[in-house]
């Protein structure tokens, strides 16, 4: 099993994702069924990091992005030789031209 490692934008995304779906729309439950498949999903990332599919892009990328959908959210991630980093989580309709690869 991966180690699971998350960079600081990505958790600030999913805190974003859930105080507005829990404050904002003020769903609190779905908040938590959001969270509950986030970890999920790591977990079954960290067990098998090469599952998911590549993320496809035209720009040049210094490392190998994978993707898999959580809820509403797409959830990226790169895989190393001893370890999972976490990139970013990011609504499904979100403009994805930037920041991915970060």
């Known amino acids: 099993m ?8 990505a958790e600030s995304d ?11 729309l003020d769903a609190p ?4 069924d959001l969270l509950t498949e986030f970890d999920e999903t790591v977990q079954r990332i960290a067990g098998f990091p090469y599952a998911c ?5 035209d720009r040049p990328m210094k490392d190998e992005i994978r993707k898999v959908p959580v809820k509403n959210y797409v959830l990226y ?3 190393y030789q001893d370890r999972v980093e976490i990139r970013r989580f990011l ?8 920041g991915i690869a970060e």
């Open 53 to 57: 599919e590549l993320y496809r892009t």
């Open 2 to 9: 991966h180690k699971v490692v998350y960079l600081p934008l």
């Open 14 to 24: 999913l805190l974003e994702a859930l105080n507005y779906i829990m404050y904002t």
């Open 29 to 32: 439950k779905a908040a938590r």
């Open 91 to 98: 609504h499904g309709r979100r403009d994805r031209s930037k």
């Open 77 to 79: 991630y790169a895989v």
